[in-house]
């Protein structure tokens, strides 16, 4: 091309404050040519998977990572040989890119710091992808490798030998009487696996302690407790579907690295659980009326092509429920010591995916009519179902409501999607024996399960809230009397 140049895009910040992703997919190989606006690769992030589109006009030169590799924010993914003019305003410069095993570069520079746009940083290293070490010793080498795996989720192939996991020599420019440098990110494994930074040998680039650094730390520490693998018992095997039992025999585990959706779940649970004192109650309540109003509204003309079902005006009873009883509809502000009232409801629904639990949320759903709350149910779980939910779908959530009915289960004791004050579990309706007007019939029944965060929600609170929408779903004409 004449006068060209070459362009490197780098990894995105799709989300709120994401840190890395994964590449899924992509969509271009070098020699192809690429316009603005084209997508080129599928990523997955610790929220969703996204698309990304490449900002310039251009033929591609290089794709500096393969699929299934998990790249830091920053760091460029693709080169684009461009004919002239300058980069686009969102890169700063471009970034060469990282070799497929480079340690992690630290966060903390002994030198100046260079100042960055929001998922344009000038790393120069990026993927989590483990270098090859020296082998050492055997027994240590199988101690190492399974306590590595145990705690950072990565395990091998069966077929696969673990990776060994041998420290390095500490680098020279790393002073004795520094602070220890590392990662944000590493510093929080260190103290949650209870390993003192400072007895611990870094490998990466300036004495930098990198991920693996800390693993190997409790690998060594461990090692001479499992000097002899062989003799601890083995984990529980999956039962295998209709397995032969050669089959079962020569697979007797399966590992799963935990990484996005999965991962930020995972994360997110153990943070709310741990942070926010929950309190779950329940009511079982007769939904007869309920279930015949959503076949009622089925055949009613303005709720054609929409999906109406009982998730529908569970959803809007909550809304009504919400709106008699605003106060638990906030959240717990730590840092400022306050209680956040939101004047405004993004309802969270609960949706199971193939990458994992997800809770997108409707934006102000508390100002839709029943015909819009609907469509916007349909759109959510739809896209859900597609793995096409955005980030910013899943952000913003006010309350939620995971429905673990549609699994057979009567009810559960649901965790608090973080940053929420309550979420609603939906158990199965079935139909049951019940006292109905002094006689005992075959009604609809479920049970509901409502935790909430008993920092800002009492028990009158939380118990109104729940009554409420018990009451709605018994009588549905309420939500005429009550909206």
């Given at each position: 091309?004449?006068?060209?140049?070459?362009?490197?895009?780098?990894?995105?910040?799709?989300?709120?404050?994401?840190?890395?992703?994964?590449?899924?997919?992509?969509?271009?190989?070098?020699?192809?040519?690429?316009?603005?606006?084209?997508?080129?690769?599928?990523?997955?992030?610790?929220?969703?998977?996204?698309?990304?589109?490449?900002?310039?006009?251009?033929?591609?030169?290089?794709?500096?990572?393969?699929?299934?590799?998990?790249?830091?924010?920053?760091?460029?993914?693709?080169?684009?040989?461009?004919?002239?003019?300058?980069?686009?305003?969102?890169?700063?410069?471009?970034?060469?890119?990282?070799?497929?095993?480079?340690?992690?570069?630290?966060?903390?520079?002994?030198?100046?710091?260079?100042?960055?746009?929001?998922?344009?940083?000038v790393?120069?290293?990026?993927?989590?992808?483990?270098?090859?070490?020296?082998?050492?010793?055997?027994?240590?080498q199988?101690?190492?490798?399974?306590?590595?795996?145990?705690?950072?989720?990565?395990?091998?192939?069966?077929?696969?030998?673990?990776?060994?996991?041998?420290?390095?020599?500490?680098?020279?420019?790393?002073?004795?009487?520094?602070?220890?440098?590392?990662?944000?990110?590493?510093?929080?494994?260190?103290?949650?696996?209870?390993?003192?930074?400072?007895?611990?040998?870094?490998?990466?680039?300036?004495?930098?302690?990198?991920?693996?650094?800390?693993?190997?730390?409790?690998?060594?520490a461990?090692?001479?407790?499992?000097?002899?693998?062989?003799?601890?018992?083995?984990?529980?095997?999956?039962?295998?579907?209709?397995?032969?039992?050669?089959?079962?025999?020569?697979?007797?585990?399966?590992?799963?690295?935990?990484?996005?959706?999965?991962?930020?779940?995972?994360?997110?649970?153990?943070?709310?659980?741990?942070?926010a004192?929950?309190?779950?109650?329940?009511?079982?309540?007769d939904?007869t009326?309920?279930?015949?109003?959503?076949?009622?509204?089925?055949?009613?003309?303005?709720?054609?092509?929409?999906?109406?079902?009982?998730?529908?005006?569970?959803?809007?009873?909550?809304?009504?429920?919400?709106?008699?009883?605003?106060?638990?509809?906030?959240?717990?502000?730590?840092?400022?010591?306050e209680?956040?009232?939101?004047?405004?409801?993004?309802?969270?629904?609960?949706?199971?995916?193939?990458r994992?639990?997800?809770?997108?949320?409707?934006?102000?759903?508390?100002?839709?009519?029943?015909?819009?709350?609907?469509?916007?149910?349909g759109?959510?779980?739809?896209?859900?179902?597609?793995?096409?939910?955005?980030?910013?779908?899943?952000?913003?959530?006010?309350?939620?409501?995971?429905?673990?009915?549609?699994?057979?289960?009567?009810?559960g004791?649901?965790?608090?999607?973080?940053?929420?004050?309550?979420?609603?579990?939906?158990?199965?309706?079935?139909?049951?024996?019940?006292?109905?007007?002094?006689?005992?019939?075959?009604r609809?029944?479920?049970?509901?399960?409502?935790?909430?965060?008993?920092?800002?929600?009492?028990?009158?609170?939380?118990?109104?809230?729940?009554?409420?929408?018990?009451?709605?779903?018994?009588?549905?004409?309420?939500?005429?009397?009550?909206?």
């Amino acid at each position: 091309m004449t006068n060209a140049s070459v362009r490197e895009f780098k990894m995105p910040d799709v989300g709120e404050g994401l840190t890395e992703a994964e590449i899924l997919k992509w969509y271009v190989q070098p020699g192809d040519t690429v316009t603005d606006g084209q997508v080129v690769c599928e990523v997955e992030t610790a929220k969703a998977a996204v698309e990304l589109p490449i900002p310039y006009d251009g033929v591609v030169r290089a794709l500096h990572f393969p699929e299934g590799t998990t790249v830091d924010v920053g760091t460029s993914i693709i080169a684009v040989e461009v004919a002239g003019g300058a980069a686009p305003a969102q890169e700063e410069a471009p970034a060469a890119p990282a070799p497929a095993a480079e340690p992690e570069r630290p966060a903390e520079q002994p030198a100046a710091r260079q100042p960055v746009l929001v998922g344009y940083g000038v790393a120069t290293s990026s993927t989590r992808r483990r270098p090859r070490k020296q082998a050492q010793d055997p027994a240590a080498q199988q101690a190492a490798s399974a306590v590595q795996s145990e705690l950072n989720g990565h395990g091998a192939a069966p077929a696969a030998p673990p990776a060994p996991v041998a420290p390095a020599a500490p680098a020279s420019s790393a002073a004795p009487a520094q602070r220890p440098l590392a990662k944000p990110p590493v510093r929080k494994l260190a103290k949650d696996l209870g390993v003192d930074l400072a007895t611990v040998t870094p490998t990466g680039p300036d004495g930098v302690i990198t991920r693996d650094d800390v693993h190997a730390a409790v690998a060594a520490a461990q090692a001479p407790r499992q000097a002899a693998p062989a003799a601890q018992p083995a984990a529980p095997a999956a039962p295998a579907p209709s397995a032969a039992p050669a089959s079962y025999d020569s697979v007797r585990e399966t590992r799963i690295p935990v990484k996005g959706v999965r991962k930020a779940t995972a994360a997110a649970m153990v943070g709310s659980a741990f942070t926010a004192p929950h309190v779950t109650e329940f009511v079982t309540v007769d939904v007869t009326r309920t279930m015949k109003l959503v076949e009622e509204l089925k055949q009613d003309k303005e709720f054609a092509g929409l999906r109406v079902n009982p998730l529908l005006l569970i959803a809007k009873a909550l809304l009504v429920a919400i709106r008699r009883n605003p106060d638990i509809n906030a959240s717990w502000d730590e840092a400022a010591q306050e209680i956040v009232v939101k004047h405004y409801v993004n309802l969270g629904i609960a949706a199971a995916t193939p990458r994992g639990l997800i809770v997108p949320n409707i934006k102000d759903a508390h100002a839709k009519t029943l015909p819009e709350l609907a469509a916007s149910l349909g759109e959510l779980v739809s896209t859900a179902r597609e793995g096409r939910t955005s980030p910013s779908a899943m952000q913003g959530g006010t309350v939620t409501i995971t429905n673990v009915g549609v699994f057979g289960v009567d009810t559960g004791t649901p965790i608090l999607n973080p940053g929420e004050s309550a979420i609603l579990a939906v158990g199965a309706i079935k139909l049951q024996p019940w006292v109905h007007k002094g006689k005992v019939k075959p009604r609809q029944v479920t049970t509901l399960a409502l935790s909430f965060d008993h920092r800002l929600v009492d028990g009158e609170l939380g118990s109104k809230v729940l009554a409420d929408v018990a009451a709605v779903l018994e009588q549905p004409k309420r939500l005429i009397t009550w909206a």
